[in-house]
């Protein structure tokens, strides 16, 4: 969690550039860009150029009246904007999905934006759902998409991204004291379900996962790779979007609503997506806030635990996906 006074910067000082990196002739998809962060990051993106922006979406006409919007404010054509479904909590929607973007000519760049902070219980990939979206079905995509942003970089000579939008939450996460061989198990148990804990533990265990991939994937100061990825993650600020959900009891809505009054606008978060979405590969396998790589805390750095979670990870998606760990390759 970012100290007092950084959190008053970033809410109320830092300035956020408007990002102007040229997205020209590249495709991107962003997952969950119905609304919040990845329709305003969408935006940008379509602003600096696209030829292609595929937007994600588990309600297609929500993914619909988004690309109206868009197209009636920024006034571009009908066919850079594409609204495929998506829902990350099904396989068969990911391997879908999957298909129709490796007959795609190339992908330069997916954010993996899609989340939820879910207040109710419920078991998804048999664990709890807030892990199951942020972690298990985020990476069941990010690693399916993998060979094709690499053969992207092969065939145009050009630097794609893996970008995560993660959370400076993910340091206040609680460690579960006795989680036994598999965490992901643990949390099948609705008596270890802790509303706030589920989101900010989600993003650790996500950025435990980032850093393991870019460690797999074209690592820093591997010269085995002429054409390397990015992989990076940020945290895009606090922003008023849908992510408290409709769920909230009263005092949790009551407490919001005053806390949201420090909250940055979606398109101020957007930008920052974007940024990372463009940032160089010094940047690989690291993690942005407020513009800035940002040094891990010292619970990300427990390899110990990172190994954990990137072994169970890996057991979960070749058993929902067989064969996609062959893509680490
Ligand atoms: N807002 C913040 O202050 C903040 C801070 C740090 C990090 N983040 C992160 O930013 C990302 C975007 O969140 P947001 O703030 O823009 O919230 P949001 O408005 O709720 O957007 C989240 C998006 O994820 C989609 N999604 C949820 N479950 C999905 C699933 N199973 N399959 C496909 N899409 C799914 C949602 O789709 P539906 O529209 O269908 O629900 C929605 O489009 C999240 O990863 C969040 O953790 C946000």
Redesign the pocket.
Known sequence: MPSFGDFVHTQFFLKIPTPTASFGSKTIII????????KEAAKHIVRLGASSVIL????LS?GNATKREIEARLRCSPSILQVWE????SPTSVKRFVDRANALPRLDVLIN?????SQKFTVVYNTERTIA??VI?TFLLALQLLPKLRETARNYRTTPHLTF?????YDVARWPNHPGEDIFAWFEDKAHFSAINQ?NLS?LLQMYAVIQLSTIVDPVGSTANPNPIVINSL?????????P?NDLSIPLKVALRVFELT?RS?EE?ASLVVQTASAGRETHGLYMRAGKVRKYDPIVQDAKKAAYIWELLCKKLEGLQPGILQNLR
Request: with cysteine.
């Open positions: 997952t969950g860009a119905s609304g919040g962060l990845g994600g979406c588990r309600s929500r998506l829902d990350i909590e934006n899609a989340g939820l902070q979206v942020n079905g939008v993660g959370s400076a939450l989101y993003k945290d895009p600020c606090f922003c008023k979007t849908g992510l959900g909250a979606a978060g």
